[in-house]
């Protein structure tokens, strides 16, 4: 498949959760190789989405493929060869080492009771120093920092092996110098091994500078998809957020940054159209 091509299509697909309509009929392609950000309101899809394309969530009605296929004819462990995902609120016991959760994501590559072999010790340890990890390598989870935690359970997608990787809100409960460590890894995976990453971001700024390509979900339907500059506007940000903002290009970056204002705050929109 070349970049071309989309790796997954969403046609005419609705999903329910917990008894509600999460998506509503949405069409959906996502391209190869680039970083892609969820984007939306609580609520309005996003993490259903990136479930129903893991194979996680079954959809009530259409059609959905994966690399060409239909998802239903994929086999879970010859999907998880293909995509790799990290869920919001990932757990393991706190006395688990490092070394041992990325262990775990070798389980695609390996049968049930088969020992661990030469290709998963070598491939735990790239992802081990992809993510600045080598040295706390035998360090229980509990002994760590919430941003060395994260690192970890990144490793553990990493050591999968898989060409794309769906992350859910990677950054949540993390300060801003761990959330952009954690980007700015995303990004140098992308660049250097051509991984593909979907992502969803609640953050409009950290979409707006990491993301190759926006999907803007709003209660259950999708706004508009394509290159973040195009998606990411001041009108379709105030159409799906209530709030208005104004996208503000800065020196020295190369990309612009969101400024949100104070709802109803005449004072402030003012001050930002000067």
Same mark, same amino acid.
């Given at each position: 498949?070349?970049?071309?091509?989309?790796?997954?299509?969403?046609?005419?697909?609705?999903?329910?959760?917990?008894?509600?309509?999460?998506?509503?009929?949405?069409? $959906?392609? $996502?391209?190869?190789?680039?970083?892609?950000?969820?984007?939306?309101?609580?609520?309005?899809?996003?993490?259903?989405?990136?479930?129903?394309?893991?194979?996680?969530?079954?959809?009530?009605?259409?059609?959905?493929?994966?690399?060409?296929?239909?998802?239903?004819?994929?086999?879970?462990?010859?999907? @998880?060869?293909?995509?790799?995902?990290?869920?919001?609120?990932?757990?393991?016991?706190?006395?688990?080492?490092?070394?041992?959760?990325?262990?775990?994501?070798?389980?695609?590559?390996?049968?049930?009771?088969?020992?661990?072999?030469? @290709?998963?010790?070598?491939?735990?340890?790239?992802?081990?120093?992809?993510?600045?990890?080598?040295?706390?390598?035998?360090?229980?989870?509990?002994?760590?920092?919430?941003?060395?935690?994260?690192?970890?359970?990144?490793?553990?997608? $990493?050591?999968?092996?898989?060409?794309?990787?769906?992350?859910?809100?990677?950054?949540?409960?993390?300060?801003?110098?761990?959330?952009?460590?954690?980007?700015?890894?995303?990004?140098?995976?992308?660049?250097?091994?051509?991984?593909?990453?979907?992502?969803?971001?609640?953050?409009?700024?950290?979409?707006?500078?990491?993301?190759?390509?926006?999907?803007?979900?709003?209660?259950?339907?999708?706004?508009?998809?394509?290159?973040?500059?195009?998606?990411?506007?001041?009108?379709?940000?105030?159409?799906?957020?209530?709030?208005?903002?104004?996208?503000?290009?800065?020196?020295? $970056?190369?990309?612009?940054?969101?400024?949100?204002?104070?709802?109803?705050?005449?004072?402030?929109?003012?001050?930002?159209?000067?």
């Amino acid at each position: 498949m070349s970049q071309a091509d989309p790796f997954a299509t969403l046609s005419a697909m609705t999903a329910r959760y917990e008894g509600a309509t999460a998506l509503d009929d949405i069409d $959906l392609s $996502l391209p190869e190789g680039q970083i892609i950000a969820f984007c939306g309101p609580n609520g309005s899809g996003k993490s259903t989405a990136l479930r129903v394309l893991r194979a996680l969530h079954a959809p009530e009605a259409g059609a959905v493929e994966v690399a060409g296929r239909p998802i239903a004819d994929w086999r879970p462990r010859d999907l @998880a060869r293909e995509i790799a995902m990290l869920s919001q609120s990932p757990s393991a016991p706190e006395d688990m080492s490092v070394r041992d959760l990325a262990l775990l994501g070798r389980y695609a590559h390996r049968g049930r009771f088969s020992p661990v072999s030469q @290709a998963d010790r070598q491939a735990v340890e790239r992802a081990l120093q992809a993510t600045n990890m080598s040295d706390l390598a035998e360090r229980c989870l509990g002994q760590l920092s919430g941003g060395q935690v994260q690192r970890a359970w990144i490793a553990m997608v $990493l050591a999968q092996d898989a060409p794309r990787i769906f992350l859910d809100e990677p950054t949540n409960h993390l300060d801003i110098a761990h959330a952009l460590d954690i980007l700015d890894l995303i990004t140098g995976l992308n660049r250097e091994d051509g991984r593909g990453f979907v992502i969803v971001l609640h953050d409009l700024n950290h979409a707006m500078r990491y993301a190759d390509h926006v999907v803007l979900f709003d209660q259950g339907r999708i706004v508009r998809t394509g290159p973040t500059r195009e998606v990411l506007t001041e009108e379709r940000i105030r159409q799906v957020f209530d709030i208005d903002c104004r996208i503000v290009d800065l020196p020295g $970056l190369d990309r612009p940054v969101v400024v949100p204002l104070s709802r109803g705050s005449d004072t402030m929109l003012a001050c930002a159209a000067q």
